[in-house]
C-alpha cells in the first residue's frame, strides 16, 4: 500500500481547527457498560449501569428487589421550578451546567457526592413507602412550566390531597409582581408557589393545581411574613428549603394533622 504523502501544515489553504467537531465536544461522557448472559434466552446482552458485584446465590428463588431510582425526573421537575436558575444550582453541588443538563435529562449520572448534594440541595429523600424518591420540602416554586408544576404538585401533595389557596393581605394592597399559592398538604410542611403577575400560566393556576380553592384573605401580619419568607428563599439555591424549614417551624402548630387555611 503505498502511503500517502505528508502536507506541512502551514502550506494548506485552510485553517487548521479543533480535532473535535462541536457536536462530538458536546457528547455526554460515557456511562459505564458490561456484558450479561441470559440463561433464560441464551444470549448475551450489552447493558448500560455498574456491573453487579457478584451473582445471585443458586438457592435464591427470587430476584432481589431493586428500588427505582427516579431521582432525575424529580429533580429535573424542581429545577424548573426552582427560583434560581440551573446554573446557580450547578455550581452549588460543584458541576457544570451541562453536567447537570445531561443528568436531569437521563443521559449521564453524577458522581456520588454530586448526586448526594443535588438531592440535599433539592429536598429528594427516599420514600419507602413509595419505593421512589420523592420531593419532601418545604419549597418556595416558581411558576414557569405547567407540566413541572403540575408534577410537583402531584408528589407534594399526595395526589392532589391538599387545599390549596391563594393568599392576599384582608387590609391593604397585595404584592403588585406576584400571587402567592399555598399548597397545604395533610400533615406535611407548607409549599408556596409564586406566579408572576400578567404571565399566562398565572391565569391557568386554577385549572394546574388540583382542588384549588380561590382566594383567601389572610391577616396582614402573615400575609407579609409569606412574601418575606419567599423573598429571602430565592437569594441563593441553598436558602430556598433553608427558609420555607423555619417558616414552616412558626407555624407548625397550624398544619400539623390537618390541611392548614390560614386565616
Known sequence: MRTPPSIPLEDVDWEVGPWLSSWEISLPPDRPRYFHHDNLCGRTWLLSGEEPLGDMDDDDEFPAYEEHDNTAEIAKNLVACWPN?????????GVTLRQLQWFLSERSSLDRTARYDLSRLLGVAYDERMGGYTPSGPYVLIARKAQALDAIYQEISGGGDACPCELVPAQGEADPSWRYVLINAYGTPPTVVMARRGEAIAERLPDLIMNYE???????TFYRDVVTTCARACQTPQANVREMTEFAKRYERHWIDCAWLPD
Open 85 to 93: 436558575p440551573p446554573k446557580e444550582i450547578a455550581a452549588t453541588v
Open 214 to 220: 380561590g382566594i383567601r384573605p389572610v391577616s396582614p
